[in-house]
């Protein structure tokens, strides 16, 4: 009775299938997580939860960057207008240029009004037939008016050497050129603005 009568106990259950079970549902509880992914820490989900979708501080960082370069163009042109020598553009710049730049406007220079005058000469061969004596007439004083210009900047270049070597020693590279294109351009359109009046005494 005892052999015959003793049941067959049932067999433990394996903790391994346990162990895969929780893993699955583990894995199934994290949407991100796939097949043969393994499950992200717990840090590394409050990082990801805190990346912001859109990089807001580089949108922003552009935005400034934007505003400070509108702004240092505004100050310049007022720079432009005012000779504020803080703004002005770096070809300006300098306590040499500007005395150069008053110099040239206090004087008159026929170098600023030979564009009007070489319009006026291509309208007259327009105007005037190729045959005529007319036509040598235009262009003798087209060549006049070139030759006066040209010497007009030489008694200017001399002019600005002798100053600017009795105000301050010896000129700077580049200043007396500069000096002279800006005996070429029509008065109103030069910049920075001139801020002496033609006449008017420079020191």
Known sequence: MGVFGRKKEAPPAQPAADGRTGSTAARSSDPRAGKGVPTPSRKQQEAARRRPLVPNDRVAAKAAERDARREEQARTRRALDTGDERYLPFRDKGPQK??????????????????????????????????????????????????????????????????????????????????????????????????????????
Do not use: H
């Open 98 to 203: 500007r005395f150069a730049r008053d110099l040239v406007d206090a004087r008159f220079s026929l170098g600023e009004y030979v564009m009007f005058a070489a319009l006026a000469i291509v309208v007259l061969t327009l105007v005037v037939p190729v045959t005529s004596t007319g036509q040598l007439l235009v262009f003798g004083v087209f060549w006049l008016l070139v030759i006066a210009v040209a010497v007009d900047c030489f008694v200017l270049s001399r002019k600005l050497r002798r100053r600017l070597t009795e105000k301050f020693g010896t000129p700077e590279r580049g200043v007396i050129w500069y000096g002279t294109m800006r005996a070429l351009q029509f008065r109103r359109l030069r910049l920075p603005k001139p801020l002496v009046k033609r006449g008017g005494e420079v020191r």
